[in-house]
């Protein structure tokens, strides 16, 4: 469907361990919906064109990652949030939470009941972020943010999938706030440096098509929305750290960060194999060697019977500009472009 209106964006981009966010704080209408999961459909289904503008080029890029801040669905929340990709729209999102924390917080995007306990609707549910204040004279200013997430658990504990070009490859599939399927890197025979980016995408791509083909996602509360899976991750160790994590999510994206989400169900899994304590805290490093520290405190059930964790997810964020970006109706362009 062609638009051929002039608009008008106002963003603040920041990043997360060098993931971007572009924050929409002008230029969408308020989502309609009674729970964050119906705003998701709402805003697919109305202004998907405003996705395109601000994440493909030339305003974005392939990997751009963006958020759009929305009125909470819940009577205590104090702001909602639907993410935003190349690709569609994702129903959680670590280092996006952990940015638009410090930038909502420093810039005024929303008011906070307690400004030390942030609650935020997300389509994958209630996320309870708190930022971690920098000590100075004057103004408040934001050094970390810590997020409880969403339950998070193990849905198939190693299960072998046929993977074209690499055969039967032993995986989990687990839940952080979005499917992963997580698979160790030595599985595969590829090395997790940034040199390699190209091979790690296709590969990401490849065992995401497997898994989606072979095994069964849903998730117990019954939510058809979130039964898909997101992305890859592949696991290696790592000389300074407990490992290292390499999302691979989207039409091909690959996170620059640990990944808030991915880290989640890494500790979900190691959990459930008895390597990881409540309490014990880890440290997750990403493909360009920034880091997020992971723990749990509390574990739950979920219907009917799944055993869960309650993660805390540690990591910084920083501003990288603002903009305003225009859409020319003369534009030959004016809809974007998705080269990969």
């Known amino acids: 469907m062609t638009d051929s209106r002039p608009r008008r964006f106002r963003t603040i981009d920041a990043h997360t361990g060098g993931e971007p966010l572009r924050i929409i704080v002008e230029g969408i209408d308020e989502p309609l919906g009674d729970s964050m999961l119906s705003k998701r459909r709402w ?8 996705r395109r503008l601000l994440m493909h080029e030339p305003r974005g890029h392939a990997d751009m990652y963006g958020c759009l801040l929305t009125e909470p669905v819940t009577g205590d929340g104090d702001v909602g949030v639907l993410f935003l990709h190349n690709e569609g729209y994702s129903t959680m999102c670590g280092h996006g939470i952990i940015a638009l924390t410090k930038v909502g917080l420093e810039r005024g995007l929303f008011t906070p009941a307690n400004p ?3 609650r ?3 389509p994958a549910g209630r996320v309870t972020a708190q930022p971690h204040w920098k000590p100075q004279t004057s103004g408040r200013r934001v050094a970390a943010v810590s997020f409880e997430n969403v339950p998070s658990f193990v849905l198939h504990q190693q299960a072998d999938v046929t993977v074209p070009g690499a055969g039967s490859v032993s995986l989990d599939v687990a839940f952080g706030g979005a499917f992963y399927a997580v698979v160790d890197a030595t599985e595969l025979d590829i090395d997790l440096q940034p040199s390699e980016a190209g091979a790690i995408i296709e590969q ?11 095994l069964p996602v849903s998730h117990p509360t019954g939510e058809d929305d979130l039964d898909f899976v997101y992305g890859t991750i592949m696991v290696a160790p790592s000389e300074r750290f407990h490992s290292r994590n390499v999302c691979v999510f989207a039409d091909g994206e690959v996170d620059r960060s640990p990944t808030g989400t991915g880290v989640s169900a890494r500790a979900a899994i190691c959990a459930a194999r008895g390597e990881l304590s409540p309490g014990q805290s880890i440290t997750i490093e990403s493909l360009i060697g920034s880091t997020f520290d992971v723990r749990y405190e509390r574990t739950l059930r979920l219907q009917p019977a799944t055993p869960a964790i309650v ?3 540690t990591g910084t964020a920083f501003v990288t500009g603002e903009h305003t970006f225009e859409v020319d109706p003369e534009d030959p362009l004016r809809e974007g472009l998705f080269l990969r």
């Open 43 to 50: 805003l697919e289904d109305n202004d998907d064109l405003a």
């Open 116 to 118: 030390d306990e942030i």
């Open 120 to 122: 935020i609707d997300t």
């Open 204 to 214: 990401g791509r490849t065992i995401k098509r497997a898994v989606t083909q072979s």
């Open 311 to 313: 993660p805390i997810v």
